[in-house]
């Protein structure tokens, strides 16, 4: 029997077929306008993604990245909510599905789903890819625009996914509280940037004051200890590059790193990380230097040397965004 394919490649094999038969300059054009109008003014009063050329553009470029970045996000809650798996997931501003694929990635079994987007072309080419994921062929993609009157059906989890930048201050609100109120479990993600930052720790104080705690990435559900505009939270994710990348961006490297900020925020019980590591591991001779966000609302920069043992093997090992100490069963 062939083993299953991982859902990272059932989605690039997925994407990669969208662009067939688009000669290449028109693809790469494609993502150019799409660069261009994601750097223009934002919010705006109608979707960026109008056509299908638009979408297809965005998938094929985007996507991976924003599924890695979810994914990534969706581990970190896992690992705090060991037990937990999701019986129902609602995905605000899901365009062309990257969290609902991320989903069912992270947790086996299938579930209802549900997409809700503005842009009706993005939704059509979610659900055309979602086809070939068996987990994902009964989701429901629902044209919703996020304002005034957005309500949100119960559930289990939902996913807002690089989208708060979408949105004016009183949306991302709107969007904040209607998740708060319709599902247990909720996970933002935005662009690891310091405006990417400062929507989640919006974010993350609206559903604290309505009772969520923190599941990930901090270790406590006390305030950010991040003094504002000194610094900003944020990961990386290693994405494998297309070649469609790779013809946008030119040069040969086969990865690139997306860099998110995220909050999960949880009303189940939750074993969030003793502490985080919050940026890359320095590696020295004989010892590690890891920068950590800690239980105590206190970023630490603690040293791991040879002296230390199995510690230090696992020090050695240790990524940007992993739980420090690792759990006993991994050191
Ligand atoms: C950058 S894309 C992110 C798509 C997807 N969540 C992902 O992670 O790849 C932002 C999405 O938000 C949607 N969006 C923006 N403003 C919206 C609004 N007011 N109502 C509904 N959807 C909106 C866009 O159509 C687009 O699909």
Not at 78 to 101: F, R, S
Not at 130 to 145: F, I, N
Not at 187 to 215: K, N, S
Request: charged share 25%; hydrophobic share 45%.
């Amino acid at each position: 029997m062939n083993a299953p394919v991982p859902p990272a490649e059932a989605l690039r094999t997925a994407l990669a077929t969208l662009l067939d038969g688009l000669p290449p300059k028109q693809a790469a054009q494609a993502v150019d306008r799409l660069i261009a109008n994601y750097r223009g003014a934002t919010p705006t009063d109608a979707p960026i993604l109008r056509d299908r050329a638009d979408v297809a553009a965005y998938a094929a470029y985007r996507m991976p990245a924003t599924f890695e970045a979810v994914r990534s996000a969706l581990d970190a809650l896992a690992a705090a909510v060991p037990d937990w798996v999701p019986a129902g997931h609602v995905d605000v501003g899901g365009g062309t599905g990257a969290a609902t694929w991320a989903v069912s990635a992270t947790w086996d079994g299938t579930r209802p789903v549900t997409v809700l987007d503005w842009a009706e072309p993005a939704l059509a080419l979610g659900r055309e890819i979602a086809a070939a994921r068996p987990a994902l062929r009964d989701a429901r993609w629902q044209r919703t625009r996020i304002g005034a009157d957005l309500t949100l059906d119960r559930t289990d989890l939902v996913t807002v996914s690089y989208v708060l930048n979408e949105l004016t201050a009183p949306d991302r609100d709107r969007l904040v509280d209607a998740a708060a109120a319709a599902a247990q479990t909720v996970v933002i993600v935005e662009a690891g940037t310091p405006d990417g930052y400062a929507r989640v720790i919006e974010a993350r104080d609206r559903l604290l004051a309505a009772g969520f705690h923190i599941a990930a990435p901090c270790p406590h559900s006390a305030a950010c200890p991040i003094v504002p505009g000194t610094d900003w939270c944020h990961f990386s994710a290693r994405v494998r590059r297309s070649s469609l990348h790779r013809q946008v961006k030119g040069g040969s490297l086969a990865y690139e790193d997306e860099k998110f900020s995220y909050v999960a925020a949880t009303r189940l019980p939750v074993a969030p990380a003793p502490s985080r590591v919050v940026r890359r591991p320095q590696i020295r001779k004989g010892q590690v230097l890891l920068d950590l966000c800690e239980a105590d609302e206190q970023l630490r920069r603690t040293t791991v040397t040879k002296r230390h043992g199995d510690l230090y093997k696992a020090a050695r090992d240790a990524d940007w965004g992993d739980a420090w100490p690792p759990c006993a069963s991994e050191t």
